[in-house]
């Protein structure tokens, strides 16, 4: 069924409609000849082969003759329901042998290769062309993508640019405009030329932030099939250094085995709704300025590129994952959150923590509307109405509770979630041969012995598991490193574990940290006589 999207209006606006009619091939020519005619050219159509797309014209004006071999794709339209809804593209459908003679002729030469697109609707008529030499070798088939903000600017003033996913510059002009282009194609797809109107990049690299288009996913070819078992909300949680990352790490390659299913954000104290969901944020953009521009240092030159600041919708973590899964139904998809309590995991979810509650299957019991921007940003990338979470959509987070900076998390948003606890020795078999040097011992020591012998000191006194010591709380190279025990596991013991009573796991004539570094660095014990080292000792 066609969806309705952006369209190019006679004055330049925008509306929202379903795309006109496309244009033949044997009506493409008397678009080109009326264009040319009309700033004094004269045209002499020599080749034209309906089945390859492939024309050759000669044009010439005041003593200036050269010829033009074009490729004019007639699917020139929205393209599925992945992509912006402001978008549009031609695909090339054709074997790349067919004309890869003619993509590698030189832009500026005779004959040169122009790759165009035409849009008509009403008395609105648009050409689009890419740089054929950007797309040697291309696969078959290839989308060539462009905006309708510059396809409304060609309207507007006569010409537009745009950039696309990989930043190469595309051009709209109207008919009138068409030899113009013909003559400077090669650099105005080099050159930011126009100045009334601003460049606008693809949504996929607005903030500086590239990403990959969702309509050229390289997803598996065969859909990761997931136990039912397997939670949709799910929170590994457990005392520092249990593998808590490592075991989810271990899952998504098991189940999420591309890039392209899973993206991992990182919650912090002062994260937001808005950088999770998505927000308005300031974006630069470029014109041509009047004036060269010096850099910030005042001495180096740069492009006279004027910028400009603007406001654009980004999309957060959560929104382009839901956006990924509701799109593609037939792939699993995962976001993951690392240290989510390190943040007020209730307020950074927002409006979106009622999509939480899942039915038997994972689909989202209950649907939300979001905030008018939001709601926007799903439009555009063809998802409409309240939104609803996916059963192919995860959520996985990890937790620690041990930090002095984390946040609780109420009773309502915790019942949402599955949560799993790693045991504080689980994996220690992986350590069995890794040992540590301590100032004040004549031997290495096992450093499972080592760790034991402080988690049971410390549970004795009635320390909490969860600020326990796990195997992966020291690497291997840390491990051989006697200021990484100093700096990290000392620290850790001192200020984190035993802060307002540090006689619990210490001994010496000061208790500061800064006396246990002198005391240990002495070659002194540290530790209570207590602490069982076992032969070790």
Same mark, same amino acid.
């Given at each position: ?56 014209? !000669? ?11 074009? /490729? ?48 008509? !609707? ?58 113009? /282009? ?8 080099? @050159?930011?030329?126009?100045?009334d109107e601003l460049t ?36 590994? /949680? ?21 890039? @392209? ?24 953009? /470029? ?7 010096? %850099?910030?240092? !005042? ?12 406001? !654009? ?34 307020a950074v979810f927002g ?12 689909? %989202? ?45 109420? %009773? ?51 320390v909490a598991e969860d ?71």
């Open positions: 069924m066609p969806t309705a999207v952006e369209q190019i209006e006679p004055n330049g606006s925008t509306v929202i409609d379903f795309d006109p009619q496309q244009v033949p091939f044997a009506e493409q020519e008397s678009l080109i000849r009326a264009a040319l005619l009309s700033r004094g050219w004269t045209v002499e159509f020599l080749e034209a082969s309906e089945t390859t797309k492939r024309r050759l014209f !000669r044009l010439s004006k005041g003593g200036v003759t050269f010829s033009v071999v074009s /490729y004019i794709f007639s699917n020139f339209a929205w393209s599925n329901g992945s992509r912006s809804h402001s978008e549009k593209r031609i695909q090339l459908s054709r074997p790349y042998e067919e004309h890869a003679t003619d993509f590698n002729l030189d832009r500026d030469g005779d004959p040169r290769c122009v790759l165009m697109g035409i849009y008509r !609707r009403g008395p609105t008529v648009v050409f689009c062309a890419w740089d054929a030499a950007a797309y040697k070798g291309h696969a078959n088939p290839s989308s060539c993508y462009v905006r309708t903000p510059a396809m409304a600017a060609a309207v507007r003033s006569g010409f537009g640019q745009a950039l696309d996913g990989k930043n190469r510059l595309v051009c709209c002009f109207t008919p009138d405009m068409l030899a113009y /282009y013909l003559e400077n194609m090669k650099s105005l797809h080099e @050159t930011l030329v126009v100045s606008l990049p693809e949504p996929e690299s607005e903030a500086g932030i590239e990403m990959m288009p969702e309509a050229e996913l390289e997803l598996p070819l065969v859909p990761t099939n997931l136990p039912d078992s397997l939670p949709h909300n799910r929170i590994i /949680y457990g005392a520092p250094g249990t593998g808590k990352s490592h075991r989810l790490d271990e899952d998504l390659q098991q189940y999420f085995p591309a890039d @392209t299913l899973y993206e991992r954000t990182t919650f912090y104290p002062d994260m937001t709704n808005g950088v999770f969901v998505g927000e308005y944020r300031p974006v630069p953009v /470029y014109r041509r300025g009047d004036v060269h521009l010096i %850099g910030a240092d !005042r001495k180096t030159p740069q492009d006279d590129l004027e910028p400009i600041i603007d406001y !654009r919708f980004v999309a957060g973590p959560f929104l382009r994952m839901l956006v990924r899964a509701i799109n593609h139904p037939d792939h699993r998809f995962a976001l993951v959150i690392e240290e989510i309590n390190r943040a007020h995991a209730s409006e979106i923590f009622q999509l939480l509650d899942r039915g038997d299957d994972g689909t %989202g019991r209950f649907s939300v509307a979001l905030a008018p921007a939001a709601q926007d940003y799903l439009f555009s990338q063809g998802v409409s109405g309240a939104v609803r979470i996916p059963k192919n959509l995860y959520i996985w987070a990890t937790m620690n509770s041990a930090d002095q900076g984390v946040l609780p998390m109420d %009773g309502a948003f915790r019942r949402r979630w599955s949560l799993e606890y790693v045991g504080i020795d689980e994996g220690e078999a992986a350590m069995d041969g890794w040992e540590i040097k301590l100032a004040f011992q004549p031997n290495p020591i096992k450093w499972n012995v080592l760790r034991k012998a402080i988690n049971k000191q410390l549970q004795s006194e009635g600020r326990l010591i796990g195997p992966f709380f020291m690497t291997k190279k840390e491990l051989a490193s006697g200021a990484a025990f100093e700096n990290k596991l000392l620290q850790y013991l001192r200020d984190d574990v035993v802060r307002s009573a540090p006689g619990k796991l210490f001994t010496g004539h000061s208790l500061t940290y800064g006396a246990l570094v002198s005391q240990y660095k002495s070659g002194q014990s540290i530790f209570v006589a207590d602490l069982d080292l076992g032969e070790n000792a």
